[in-house]
Nanobody, 115 residues
Framework: VQLQASGGGLVQAGGSLRLSCAASGSIFRIDSMGWYRQAPGEQRELVATITRVGTTNYAGSVKGRFTISRDNAKNTVYLQMNNLKPEDTAVYYC??????????WGKGTLVTVSS
């Protein structure tokens, strides 16, 4: 199973980006999907998660600016990021968790927000 994240790039502060992450290969029933990020010199932190039935959870720093969504038929999760700030600069990782509790991680996509 591989998770392929895309959509990262360089954007000015106040701009928007949309990340997507799709799973390829055989994956057991997916429970939750999520996005995490890791800035240089920092630990990886949760950005947002979404359950199979659509319940969402956001880090306080992104609430109101980021929106997570998913397409269960396509095994894909999205992260719409609006009003980006320089402190959002990080490598963003997608994570899927199946119903057995096994986690799958993507390789990450870099988001750089210039001031």
């Amino acid at each position: 199973v591989q998770l392929q994240a895309s959509g990262g790039g360089l954007v000015q502060a106040g701009g928007s980006l949309r990340l997507s992450c799709a799973a390829s290969g055989s994956i057991f029933r997916i429970d939750s999907m999520g996005w995490y990020r890791q800035a240089p010199g920092e630990q990886r932190e949760l950005v947002a998660t979404i359950t199979r039935v659509g319940t969402t959870n956001y880090a306080g720093s992104v609430k109101g600016r980021f929106t997570i969504s998913r397409d269960n038929a396509k095994n894909t999760v999205y992260l719409q990021m609006n009003n980006l700030k320089p402190e959002d600069t990080a490598v963003y990782y997608c994570q899927f968790r199946d119903v057995t509790g096994m986690d799958y991680w993507g390789k990450g996509t870099l988001v750089t927000v210039s001031s």
